[in-house]
């Protein structure tokens, strides 16, 4: 798997919740903070604005997709001035009960879907994503952002069979091409630096495709260098400028939380999980584990399970 696919599948825990909303003007509905947890919402209908917590309000259309990665609160209305109405925030069969607003104005149908976070190891991408993120309906460059948009709301407004795996699918699905588009926008200073230039650049991405597409490879420095097509000294100072920490130090990152989320996730004996990720020895599997969670891998799953 590549660095962004790995990102979403590693992210979300559990079953997402999902909802399909209808709000007649005038209405103002405030998303208070859920830790732990990452929403979006789609403007299927109508016109309405986004309320941040720090900054100006931002007009809404239809089409206009937002993702808030890091549980933050917002809110939003028909009118910027317009008192918010708290919204039930419970990640239960649908993320939001609304307040009901019925008026006599305009609607506006929102897409809503949040779910929760894999807290014990955030991937940084993740991390360096900002509290919202907007993107606009002009998605002419990111048509597959707009399918995937069009799917996800008609399989919420008339599940069928299987409807529950479909939109855990295109969750995913949708959470890859917001992550993609926003990496790939020309507009947002974030493609500047950090992980976005790391995914960019040719040499850096290769190498961190090469550590997510075979983890268990005993991978050096150099070897990741010649992978990437630079030297030794050249690949080390520019994977460390632009990941923020040193190639074999996010291998090893990488690599136990790999582990974690197959100790949580599966009844591999731990010497099998250690071998998958790269460990020759389930002695210093352990150690380096217990180094970086706090507990031994064996206590860890139980944790986990209970």
């Not at 590693?10 to 709000?23: E, I, L, Y």
């Not at 490879?217 to 994977?239: C, D, I, K, P």
């Not at 990152?253 to 020759?280: F, H, I, N, Q």
Request: hydrophobic fraction near 45%; charge should be negative; proline fraction near 7%.
């Amino acid at each position: 798997m590549d660095v962004l696919s790995d990102v979403v599948a590693f992210m979300r825990t559990g079953r997402p919740a999902s909802a399909r909303v209808s709000w007649r003007a005038p209405w103002g509905q405030a998303f208070p903070a859920v830790p732990g947890s990452a929403a979006f919402q789609v403007v299927l209908r109508g016109s309405c604005w986004l309320l941040p917590e720090d900054g100006e309000p931002v007009p809404l259309s239809v089409g206009d997709v937002l993702f808030v990665p890091h549980g933050g609160a917002y809110g939003l209305a028909d009118d910027p001035a317009r008192p918010l109405a708290e919204a039930d925030c419970a990640l239960h069969s649908e993320l939001y009960t609304s307040a009901g607003f019925d008026g006599a104005g305009a609607e506006t149908v929102i897409l809503t879907c949040g779910y929760r976070l894999d807290l014990d190891r955030i991937h940084p991408i993740l991390a360096s994503l900002p509290a919202v993120i907007h993107l606009p309906a002009k998605l002419g460059s990111h048509p597959e952002l707009r399918a995937a948009v069009d799917l996800l709301a008609g399989e919420i407004g008339n599940p069928r069979l299987g409807a529950d795996t479909v939109v855990s699918s295109l969750l995913d699905t949708l959470q890859l091409y917001i992550l993609r588009a926003w990496f790939e926008s020309d507009e947002e200073p974030c493609t500047l630096s950090g992980w976005a230039a790391a995914l960019a650049d040719p040499a850096v991405g290769r190498a961190l495709n090469a550590i997510h597409c075979d983890p268990s490879r005993r991978w050096t420095v150099e070897s990741l260098g010649a992978h990437a097509g630079l030297s030794r000294a050249g690949f080390a100072r520019r994977f460390t400028t632009l990941v923020g920490q040193p190639p074999l130090a996010y291998l090893t990152w990488w690599r136990l939380a790999s582990a974690a989320r197959m100790l949580r996730e599966s009844d591999a004996p731990v010497a099998e999980v250690a071998e998958k990720v790269g460990y020759t020895s389930e002695f210093a599997f352990g150690n380096a584990f217990k180094r970086e969670y706090g507990v031994a891998p064996g206590r860890y799953r139980r944790r986990s399970a209970a």
